[in-house]
């Protein structure tokens, strides 16, 4: 999606639920988000970058039981750990909150009230799973049975072993309580419902204009043809936003969850110096544009859910929802149970965290299911960053250190403008398109390109014929030291600490973090002093 450069822009990522430590799969949603924001930003965009932590819901609840501790606890025990791994990964929010915050319940109130104001929710006796044993009814993630529509095992909300459907209270068949383990029954239940079915031609039209990814306007669209049911916006818990005027019930998660999107921009913005303090150009006034980055296993709460409740209540409607494929470990769905999972935190502890935002990316087409496998991990890091971006970065500025330490004088040949103007074409048509391994493509084969220019002109031979030669091979090492600075430019957004190492051996006194894609024409300064070279990656052995 092409975004018009006068507008600013608001990037969210889907809230990470803080019940747990972060694993790899995680990260499919937060990294490529990042560096959509860096591209943005170096493509002239004024954007804002957010997200927070989920901390409502039975799991936490459950999470709290299990280590016998409250969940205020939990929240922040697992808030700082996710805070800790963006941090040491590079993923750097604007602004990083969580949705038990003052403001969030605030902000969740008065949508839901607005809500109901315009008669959108309404009252109904449902039936709730009770198990007679614990003397409680019991909520989604306490409840495991059997899908309605497939048959698979799922949970009270969502028949997450199988078909992916959104279950309503009631529906789940054979419900047993996860507590302790014997059968649920189901008495009646007073609950809140939020008329969805009345948005069906809304969303069918607001489908028809979204940006993002295909994968998810067609995901949603196959719902809306279905009949759309009403949704139940309440539970039985005390952990959570208190629904208006009831204190014995909760609001959904995924009511006040993405509210956090909303009230996390009112925190952003109240905390800054010199900034437009209104979140309302954001979420009320359509003066901004709104990307969501998510994963496919929520695409319906983010493409249904959450638009028609932002439409009843009258707030700014996302532009475009981006979403991933999932992640899997050789061939193999995430399991913490059966040990198939890769803490993100372990993995830091081996490799630079730059080798998995580049793995993350390129690996395979965003929206594509991505298998994770440590031999493609270490082909991906051997071949591609040690042994095309880390050869030309080593050749080119040994060489050139050794015999100019400077940038010597030349003119820049229109062969490499030529060729880093295309790779900058297609790095930014990639960013439009949210398709992140093109972006690596594009700037791996400008590399690619750079290593065979100067093979091909020997600059090495050049040295050693004298004075004409001298200067020869001062405008191939020139053009070279240019080639490599685009390649930081362009590739900053991917490995930010690798490309800000080489801006520095290239001698460059600015910050490659907030170099614009204007720089990549304009020539490399003869006579600034070059840094000492060192090497970029290291192979990984098997």
């Known amino acids: ?43 002239g965009y004024d954007v804002r970058f957010i ?37 040491a990964l590079n993923v750097n929010f604007d602004y990083y909150g969580q949705t038990d915050s003052e403001s969030n319940h605030r902000r969740t109130e008065a949508i839901v009230k607005k809500l109901i104001e315009k008669d959108y929710v309404y009252k109904r006796v449902t039936k709730q799973a009770f198990c007679d044993t614990c003397g409680r009814f019991l909520p989604d993630r306490y409840v495991e049975g059997k899908c309605p529509h497939c048959g698979d095992i799922a949970r009270g909300d969502e028949c997450d072993q199988g078909c992916g459907k959104h279950l309503e209270p009631g529906e789940i068949i054979e419900p047993k309580c996860k507590i302790c383990g014997n059968a649920a029954v189901f008495k009646d239940q007073e609950q809140f419902f939020f008329k969805l079915s009345t948005f069906a031609d809304f969303l069918s039209s607001y489908l028809d204009n979204l940006g ?9 669209r196959e719902w809306v043809k279905k009949e759309l049911r009403d949704w139940c916006i309440t539970r039985n818990l005390e952990w959570g936003v208190k629904f208006p005027g009831r204190n014995d019930l909760v609001v959904y998660v995924w009511v006040d969850a993405p509210i956090g999107y ?44 959450w638009p028609a409740m932002l439409k009843g209540a009258e707030y700014s409607l996302p532009d475009a929802v981006v979403a991933s494929g999932m992640v899997k470990i050789n061939g193999g769905t995430f399991s913490k149970s059966r040990g198939n999972v890769i803490w993100t935190k372990e993995f830091l502890e081996r490799f ?33 960053l040690v042994g095309v971006l880390g050869n030309l970065v080593h050749r080119v500025l040994t060489f050139a250190h050794k015999n ?13 403008f030529a060729a880093i103007e295309k790779r900058r074409d297609d790095a930014i048509s990639a960013v439009e398109e949210y398709e992140f391994k093109k972006l690596v493509d594009a700037v791996m084969s400008l590399a690619d390109f750079g290593n065979r220019y100067f093979q091909r002109a020997e600059p090495w031979h050049l040295i050693n014929k004298g004075e004409k030669g001298r200067e020869s091979c001062g405008i191939v090492v020139k053009n070279a030291l240019q080639i490599l600075k685009a390649v930081c430019i362009l590739l900053e957004p991917v490995m930010p600490e690798k490309m800000s190492e080489v801006w520095r051996q290239l001698g460059m006194e600015s910050d490659v973090h907030s170099a614009k894609l204007d720089e990549l024409m304009v020539p490399i300064e003869s006579g600034q002093a070059l840094g000492k070279p060192k090497m970029l990656f290291k192979r990984i052995e098997t």
């Not at 975004?3 to 995680?26: F, M, Q, R």
């Not at 993002?212 to 949603?220: D, E, K, P, S, V």
């Not at 730059?354 to 991990?377: A, C, G, I, M, P």
């Not at 100019?404 to 062969?415: H, K, R």
């Open 352 to 384: 630079h965290p730059d080798t998995l935002r580049y793995y993350l990316v390129s690996q395979s087409s965003h929206t594509k299911e991505l298998n994770f496998s440590w031999d493609s991990f270490y082909l991906r890091v051997n071949n591609e």
């Open 404 to 416: 100019f330490a400077e940038v010597p004088e030349g003119n820049i040949d229109e062969e490499v």
């Open 212 to 220: 993002g990814t295909l994968n998810a306007r067609n995901y949603a």
């Open 1 to 43: 999606m092409k975004i018009p450069v006068d507008k600013p822009v608001l990037v969210t990522s889907a809230l990470p639920y803080v019940n747990g430590e972060c694993h790899i799969g995680h990260l499919r949603t937060y990294v490529p988000a990042d560096i959509y924001v860096r591209m943005l930003r170096k493509m």
């Open 262 to 305: 909303i009230s996390f921009t009112e925190e952003l913005l109240k905390g800054m110096e010199g900034a437009d303090k209104d979140w309302r150009k954001y979420w009320k006034d359509d003066k901004a544009v709104i990307v969501h980055f998510i994963g496919t296993d929520i695409i319906y709460h983010h493409c249904i859910f």
């Open 51 to 87: 997200s927070g932590s989920d901390t409502h819901g039975t799991p936490i609840v459950l999470s709290a039981e299990a280590q016998g501790i409250t969940p205020e606890k939990v929240v922040e025990k697992y808030h700082e750990h996710f805070r800790q791994v963006f941090k």
